[in-house]
């Protein structure tokens, strides 16, 4: 029932200003990416490369009064089905199409990529990703991964927050990053953000924390740590949240930007713990974590068409009403465009040999 590993890490571009959006703040990892993508032929060539519509008019024409269907990895009632729920109308309504939530849970979101890549590449199938497992299995090759994560046609980013390393709040022993070490982690297993974490957190940091794996759900790990039968858990920022508000959970790292969301003011990051010849690597997986909820279409969807889908998402998740809504149900927005998107995953696939060899030893325990 137990394991242990070392990591993985990932990047996320920063958005152009677009349509009167606030500024942010660029990440640090851009460099890194920039760096990668020198030795890019091209990005995201495999988008938007197949004859379809002349013009954006006549592909916008061609979506109206179809059906769309929007596959979410995941069984209903979670977090990526509320998001797709939230956004099917609004983007149907500005597609002046209906666009159907298709639920295809399996194997981590493999199962649900794999459907994406084999439907018609004419805008009419979509899928909501986890942008880490996403990404990171098609980095490790796991079983069962037949989709070249590159070729997607990516149509945007519709949420991203950090991870958050936790433990149980009347915990006394851990008070800070350097008392994190010689610990145990609570996980699921293999290829989860709660056990690719820590493997990444042992690598950089030279530590050699247990994992301790066969939790039958990311609720189940955060209960034991709360019982103290394990001393750490990490995931997602929303998932801790509740805890953390409730005081039966303690923030000490944040993996990620760490823009001073509630419960996690003045949390340190990884990037700002380790040492410096560490921290291009905790860069880089920090931005992995960050690369949230994404959009796509399968591959060679055309130019016109995909040009079509990311405007009408960008309008609708853009929308301050929207964004109010989301808020309000817990489900914040934060938008990247699909080109950036593009970008992010070109520049990944090039990862090194060191970082490959480390994301599969995350996948595979």
């Excluded at 030279?206 to 019982?227: D, H, M, R």
């Excluded at 931005?287 to 998402?313: H, K, W, Y």
């Excluded at 853009?318 to 808020?327: N, R």
Aim: aromatic share 4%; glycine share 12%; charged share 20%.
């Amino acid at each position: 029932m137990t394991a242990s590993g070392k990591s993985a890490y990932g990047l996320r571009p920063n958005t152009p200003l677009k349509k009167g959006h606030a500024m942010r703040k660029i990440p640090i990892g851009l460099a890194v990416i920039a760096g990668l993508l020198l030795t890019s032929c091209s990005v995201g060539s495999s988008a938007g490369s197949s004859v379809g519509p002349a013009t954006e008019e006549a592909a916008a024409e061609a979506l109206k009064g179809k059906n769309i269907t929007l596959i979410v990895p995941f069984d209903p009632g979670g977090g990526y089905d509320a998001y797709a729920r939230m956004l099917a109308p609004k983007l149907g309504e500005e597609l002046g199409a209906t666009v159907v939530v298709k639920n295809k849970p399996g194997a981590g979101g493999i199962l649900a990529t794999n459907e994406l890549v084999n439907q018609k590449a004419d805008g009419t199938t979509i899928a909501l990703f986890n942008g880490p497992g996403h990404l990171g299995a098609a980095l490790a090759q796991t079983d069962g991964v037949n989709y070249d994560a590159n070729a997607i046609s990516y149509i945007g980013q519709i949420s991203s927050e950090p991870d958050v390393v936790v433990t149980a709040g009347n915990n006394a022993q851990i008070s800070d990053v350097p008392s994190m070490n010689a610990k145990r982690f609570a996980a699921t297993g293999p290829g989860s953000n709660e056990y690719v974490d820590p493997v990444v957190i042992n690598e950089l940091l030279g530590w050699n924390n247990e994992i301790v794996t066969g939790f039958a759900s990311s609720n189940e790990a955060s209960l034991a740590v709360v019982q103290g039968n394990v001393e750490l858990h990490s995931r997602s920022l929303g998932s801790q949240q509740p805890g953390i508000k409730a005081g039966d959970l303690k923030p000490i790292l944040v993996i990620g930007e760490n823009n001073g969301e509630e419960g996690i003011e003045g949390i340190p990051t990884l990037a700002e713990s380790v040492p410096a010849n560490k921290k291009e690597l905790a860069e880089l997986h920090s931005q992995l974590v960050s690369s949230g909820r994404i959009i796509g279409a399968p591959p060679e969807v055309p130019e016109t068409t995909l040009n079509v889908l990311r405007d009408a998402f960008e309008t609708v998740v853009s929308d301050p009403a929207f964004q109010k809504a989301a808020e309000q149900s817990g489900r914040p927005v934060h938008f990247q465009s699909g080109e950036d998107v593009q970008t992010l995953v070109s520049g990944l696939m090039q990862s090194p040999a060191e970082y490959v060899d480390l994301v599969k030893k995350a996948y595979t325990g």
